[in-house]
């Protein structure tokens, strides 16, 4: 057990790699890969390339680690190598680049040969992700409540307050996002960000708007939040 949080492949004396350490160091880390993986699945869209580098992260981390074996030159050069991989790659949510860097420190672990802290490290990121997961924690619990109506009026009804009072009536909150001409420039578009009030019959509000607009057509969907980015 005392040795079980120290370098397997080097000394004090010598930072030379053994093959035995080498196959037990990239093992390792495939298995940290892995559970990663398995891990980041939970309650995540995902697709198979990302699950599959995940897998794979901390082995290809863990022997670079490996080959540059203290040198200034090769560690330089490996940087500038990761810094076009990561200036080509293609923008990905908070949650992919948080895998990405703990797949990465799970390889750094292991290419310094330190497998114990590799192991505690991966096991202690994975609790809490599954627990923060569970929790819902950060969740936005206003957010579903967010929606979009698109409502289509004649040319000649005045669109600046023509829905407010429905809106004080139904909506915490409104704003008028984007008008837009239709139909020859007979009729006007209007795209609207509203979130409703608790307990509120949607179908009514829509028929209020209905009666409003002369019966024009009406839509209403979620409103897209790209909250993930960073």
């Keep these: 057990m005392a040795d079980l949080f120290n370098s397997v492949i080097s000394t004090e004396s010598t930072t ?43 082995a290809v981390v863990c022997v670079v680690i490996m080959m540059v074996n203290g ?40 290419g ?3 497998i114990g802290y590799g192991l505690l490290f991966t096991v202690i990121i ?14 936005n619990k206003s957010s579903n ?21 429905l809106f004080i009536k139904y909506a915490n909150k409104s704003e008028l996002q984007k008008v837009k001409t239709t139909n020859m420039g007979s009729m006007y578009k209007l795209t609207y960000s509203v979130e409703l009030k608790n307990n509120v019959n949607e179908k009514e509000f829509i028929d209020e708007l209905r009666t409003r607009n002369g019966n024009l057509e009406i839509s209403s969907s979620i409103e897209a939040m790209n909250t993930d980015n960073l």
């Design 16 to 58: 030379t790699i053994t093959v035995w350490g080498f196959v037990l160091c990239v093992l390792a880390a495939l298995v940290f890969g892995i559970i990663i993986a398995i891990v980041f699945q939970y309650k995540n869209v995902f697709t198979k390339s990302f699950i599959m580098s995940i897998a794979i992260l901390p």
């Design 71 to 110: 040198s200034i030159g090769a560690g330089i050069a490996v940087a500038g190598a990761f810094s076009l991989i990561r200036f080509r790659s293609v923008p990905g949510t908070a949650k992919e680049i948080s895998a990405i860097f703990i797949a990465m420190a799970a390889g750094l672990a292991c």
């Design 126 to 139: 994975s609790i809490v992700v599954l627990i923060l997961e569970k929790t819902n924690f950060g969740v």
């Design 145 to 165: 409540k967010n929606q979009i109506f698109r409502i289509t009026i004649p040319e000649d009804l005045d669109y600046i307050n023509v829905f407010d009072d």
């Design 112 to 114: 310094m040969g330190y």
